[in-house]
Structure formats: C-alpha cells, structure tokens
C-alpha cells in the first residue's frame, strides 16, 4: 500500500556549508535538522522538497557532493555519512557511515576521490573515497592537528598546469593557511595574512586559460573579501643579484606593512594591503619540483557585515564573476572592470554588479550561504530563518556582467525549529502551523500557469517573541495559538491575505470577506500585530506565491483578541467541533492549576468553572465531534471525560488511570462512539462506552513509545487510524465501524515520515471521493503532507 509524499516544509541549517548543488544537475541537498533534503530545481511541477535522507545523530552541518549521484553529509555529532544513487531512477541508498571527528565537523571540501574534514576537536583530516558493490569506504588517511584553533571552511584545488593538490583552510584566527600535497601528505606550505577577524568562506577558482593564475577567495567576518593569485613563479634572471633585490623588495615591504599596522583606528590604512610574495615549492614529479607565488591581488568592500559565503561562477562567461553573501543581508556578485591581457599586468578592479537581497542592515540574521546553480544562470541563497531566495538571469552575457537582467523568483520555506502544532481550515483548503522558531505559517496548494498544483507557504501571520505551541482554526480567516506565555493570542485575516488566496486558486471567498483591513505591521517594542488601513508599500504581487521576504515582512495577520486566566504559561489548545469553543491548559506541578479553562470564541468570556481532576500538567484536549463531552489527557497518566450540562458548563463523568507512562495525545473518532490514547509506555488504547462506563476494547502494543494520533472519518465503513511514534515512524491501522478489531495496514518509515518525536497530525477534511491526506509536524522541523492509500483489511500492504 504505496504512500506518496505530495508536500514536504523544511528549513536549511544554519551552517553556511549546509546546502551543495550537484555538479552536472539541478539538485539542490541541504541539511534540514538531522535531514538531508533534496530539492530538483529542474522540475517542472515546482514541488520544493520531495526526498528527505534521514540522519539519526544530530543536525547536519555540511553537506557536498562527490558526483551528480554520490553525496556526502556531516553532522553535529562527528559523523560522516555517504549516500548513493546505484542509477537514475534508484533510491539514495546509505553506503558509509563513519565517526569522523569526537566533536562537530564544522567544514567539508572534496575533490574527486578525496575528502577533507574539519572539526571542533581542533583537528582537520583527509581522507579518501572507495566506492564498492553495495557498501562504500572512507578510509582517513591524514590528520593535522591545528593546536587549539578551529577549522571553519576549507577549499581544495590543483596548482596551475599540474596535478598537485593544495589545500585552504580558515578558522578563529585571522590567517588563511595553504597546505600542498606532496607524497600523499598535506604539508603547510603558506600563511596568508591581511584579514581582522575570523575567516568564514573561502573559494578556488581554476583558472581558464594556460596562463591565468589560480585565484583563492577569502571572506571574513571583518565584512572583506580578499582575492589572492596563486601561479608559477617565474625568475627573470638568475642573477644572484635580482634574487637578492627580490627579498630586499619583500624585507621593505614588511617593514611598511608594520608601520601601516601603527597608525589609528580610525586612520586610513591598516594592515589591509599586502604584496609580499609567498613562495611555494612543490614536488611536482619523483624528479622535479617547481616554484608557485601566492600574491594578494584585489580587496572587495562592499558588504557592511561578515561575509558568510563565496563561490565561483562557472566559465558561462570571459569574465571571472564571484558569488557572495554576508549577515547584512545582500547577496553580491562580483567582476573586475578590466581583463588583463598579460599576466604581469597591475591587479584589475573589481566591482559589486548585482546585488540582491534586502536593504536596511541585519534584518532577520542575513544570508548564511549562497550557490550557483542551472548552470550559473540562477543564484540561491538560504537565511539565518532557514527560507532560500532564488535569482534567475533572463538574459545572460557573455562579456559585461551588468548588463544582464536578474529578477527573483520562487523558493522554498520552512520552520527552523521543531514545529508543535498544526490545524487544518475548516474546509480544508490549506492548513497552518506553528513552532519554536516563533512562527505561524499557513501553506496552501498553488495553482500555477499550467493549471498544475504545487503546495508552498502563502503567509506567515504571526512572528512572536515567544516560542509557539499550538494552534486552531476558529473560522477560515481567524486563528488562535498559544505560547509560552499565559495568553492566548486571536488573529483575523487581512484583505491582502483573502485577495492572494483568490488570486492563487486556493480558496474563494464571499465579498462580505473582503470588507477588512488591508494588512498588519507590529510596532516598534511591542508584539501585538496591529491592523493597518492605508495601503501597504511594496505590496505583494498577487499574480504569485510571497517570496521569503515578503512573507517574513508584509504577510502578517492582525491580532483582534487577548484571552488570559491561567497562572502559568500555555501548553495545549483544542476547539470545539463547531469552532464555538476553544480549551486551553497551562504547564502545571499541582492540581491547582492543572485545570482545562473553556472559553466561547463570539466573545472569549468563560465557559462554566475551570475543569479540575488533574494533577499534572494536561498534554491534550479534544472536544467529542458532537462537543458534549471534552477529552484530556495528562503527564499524571490519567485521561478525563467531562459532560456538557444545560447551563453550558461541563462536568465530569469519566476518569482511568491504565497506562504506565504519560500520554502524550488523544482523538475522537469522526463517529463519536469512540476514543484513542497514545502513551510513552508504548501502547495505544481504544475506548468505548459501554453501559454507563467507558472501557478500553483494544490495546495496541507499538514498538515505540507513541505520541500522536488521529482516526479519519469512516469511508464506505472502514475507518483509518494513524499513530505517530518517538522515532517518527508512522502507523496505519484500519477498522470496521461496527468492530473493535483494528488491523495494521502499513508502517510508514523515516525515509518518508520523520526521524524523531512527531507532535500532532490531522487527517484532511475531504469529499468521500477524494484520497485521504495525512497532515504531520515533528521535531525534527518538517511539515509533511501525505496520500494514504487505502488498503484492505487482511493487514496485507
């Protein structure tokens, strides 16, 4: 029983090193919490991410690709991990896992066969590469030691016109240091000096012509960009005397570089230019050796912050052009102003050409890490937030850079935290999300100019200064979420926000819908989303999807409502089946305050007394289909029932104390004569009433701890029932209504799930028609919407 996985919202780590194109394709790989996400830029569905590769140790760092179908990764915890593609159309299969490093790898570079690492531990390592039937090696064969400093990036190339290998490495120093290989062993050949605070990027450029040099580029965080030359050093004479003048030249040169280190802060100068030769000799062959010159060429200055990434474009074009990104939010490219016809010709100037991204300094942590990609015709670059931007070249060049045209256009997007809670509308036409990044977003199918559906984020209507922990819809243009404060927040959709809907295919609304502020702006200290009527600047363009700017800036949703009365900050939510009521819970150690509050949405005033019989703090809430009764359930490992009186209040009727563990979830089904309990003691208990009493007619056992569930409204008889586990497996089971057996019909494992603790999920109110959808939120960060098919009941998938 095949399940398709139609929509996957995943954020890139923030590591500048996370993301990595394929060499000769349009797949983009990034590291998303301890994901691998893949991302094919050439699909014409415009689908974002469909294929996760789960990574079961920590958030991965690094990620490269060794060939269009061999991909490597690292992660927090050290280790290093290789994926392959046997052929087109197979699955990424793990081939290699190694533990590289006793601490986090913070840098990786390949070139061929050959790997190179660098870690926290203070140590960097080479290795190589050894492909096999079904397994592959990774066998180190080098470790440099750096003496209390940290690798931070690395990059690797050959020496002009040879096959020598040599290797760049910056760290938490100011220096960028060269390594050439020589007999198999990386020796440290030069230390390059020039830049004021750490080095976070670096990027070789081979060179194209026999007698270009090979340029490195350097970037700090001291907001510059340094290029060096990197070429055969050629004598003019033997004379011993222009040797001799030689090194007076570099003895004077020194001398003036010290007396430019001398002069004040606020003085022109510094130690910001140097010409000092730096003199490689390499063992090219057993028999010769030859001599490089590493010179500084050129100083870029343009960024007003830390440079977090550089890459080279690709030869599309005669002039070299360099990528780069950096926390004040651009992305610039770069090219000199002139080519040198000799290579003994004065260094050219090199000028911002494009430049993208935002304006106004540091908002939102800036660009982490850029990429060219679809052969250098499209720039990429992800944020502090974890969202990509995209730049795509209409009319590209082959001689003057400035002269073509670059315009954005759509991305992808996701939560960079674990995302608590989720919530379809009412008439399921998109469904919303909120996590611990501080975030609520609501995603939606797109239709695009094919007339062909591509889910993606169509507006992010709350960004809080808490983190966030749940979320419902009480009407399809109103919400309420919770975080870890003691208030509940109520937001109502803007104009803008029913327009683009429209705009986009996802849903239609009445022209009374319209009759509504046009957007929100948050003021200056303040966290309440304030309702705005004059016209946005910059609205957004209806005719697409918001770009991750604009959803971060100019999506948001005003806040109408304040709802208080616990004593402690909120932890679960529920609504009623009708969206009349809503029940919120707070984080408790007593029964005074483990109470469920029920409150009416016309007016949020309270609903009866305060539900007492807990003790601890109540993990879920769920109103029956009918709302006569509420459902909790608790850390104290008890669930209670309580009954709705005529006088609107409820009371309670109902309480057991079976399972062993805490209960993390619970879920009535669309019938309302049964309920689920899913429990960290590794069961999942199925309640119905019988006589005055409600009793557990079926127990299944899991394999993992289970923490969430949700049953679908029954088809044809049949009801489905999924079962969210600690590990982020999924299971199905299937049910007869008139039965209280359930039979397992499917585990979906982490290749398509999650790979950790999944936090709620929600079947997708649908026509009897059509398929089934499984809405599903971890903590690994991902959002995941998935086709469940149906399967018969012999337990056969």
Known sequence: MPTDLIYVAAACNRFNQAGDVSPSTSLIAFGSSSLVALWDLSSPDDNGVMKTLPDFKGSITC??????????????????????????DSEWTLTSTDQAHSASISTLSVQGARIVTGSSDSSIK???????????????????????????????????QTNVSILAVGGTDTFVRLWVCSDDEYLLSATLAGHEDWIRSLAFKSPGTEDAPLILASGSQDATIRLWNIEPWKKTTNSKDKIRSSEAIDVL????????????ENEEGGRQISLKHHILTVKVDSESSQQFSVTFDALLVGHEAGVTSLSWRRDISTIPTLLSTSTDSSVILWSPSSINSSIDASASIWINRQRFGDVGGQRLGGFVGGLWARDSLEVLAWGWAGGWRRWSCSSPTMVEPADEKWNEI??????????KGLDWSPDG?????????????????VHNSANKTSWHE???????????????????????????EKVVRVFEAPRGFVQLTEKLGVAQFSEEEHKR????????????????????????????????????SITLWPETEKVFGHGYESITLGISSSRELIATACKSTSAEHAVVRVYDTKNYKTVGEPLHGHILTVTRIAFSPDDRHILTVSRDRSWRLFQVQQSGGYVPVAADKSHGRI?????????????????????????????DSWKAVTTIKLAQPGTAVAIAPARDGKRRMAIGQENGEILIYSGITSSANWVHDETISSRVAHVTHIHRMAWRPSSQGSPEELATCSEDGTLRILIVRSGELDGSN
Not at 68 to 80: D, R, S, T, V, Y
Not at 410 to 419: F, L, T, W
Not at 517 to 545: F, H, M, Q, T, W
Request: proline residues 5%.
């Open 517 to 552: 502020p046009v957007g929100a702006n948050v003021p200056a200290l303040g966290l309440s989303n304030k309702a705005i009527s004059e016209e946005l600047v910059g609205n957004v363009d209806l005719s697409r999807r918001p770009f991750e700017g604009e959803l971060a």
């Open 663 to 691: 209960i993390w979830d619970c879920a009535w089904s669309a019938e309302g004569d049964i309920f689920v309990t899913v429990s960290r003691d590794k069961t999942a208990k199925i309640w119905q009433q019988t006589d």
């Open 458 to 484: 169509i507006a992010r209507p709350q960004v809080h200064g808490y983190d966030l922990l749940n979320v419902v819809f009480v009407n399809p243009l109103k919400f309420a979420s919770i975080a870890d």
């Open 429 to 445: 036409k998109y469904i919303i999300t909120t996590g611990l990044d501080q975030t609520t977003r609501i995603h939606g199918p």
């Open 253 to 264: 040169l020194d001398t003036f570089e010290d007396s430019l280190g001398d002069l004040g």
């Open 410 to 419: 759509g991305a992808i997007s996701g939560h960079s935290g674990p995302i």
């Open 126 to 160: 080479i290795w190589k590469y050894t492909q096999g039937v079904d397994k592959d090696d990774i066998i180190e064969s080098q470790t440099i030691q750096l003496k209390g400093k940290y690798p931070l990036i690395s990059s690797m190339a050959y020496l002009p």
């Open 63 to 88: 990620v490269k690709f060794l060939a269009n179908e061999i991909l490597i990764a690292a992660n927090e915890a050290g280790m290093l991990n290789c994926w392959r593609k046997k052929s087109l």
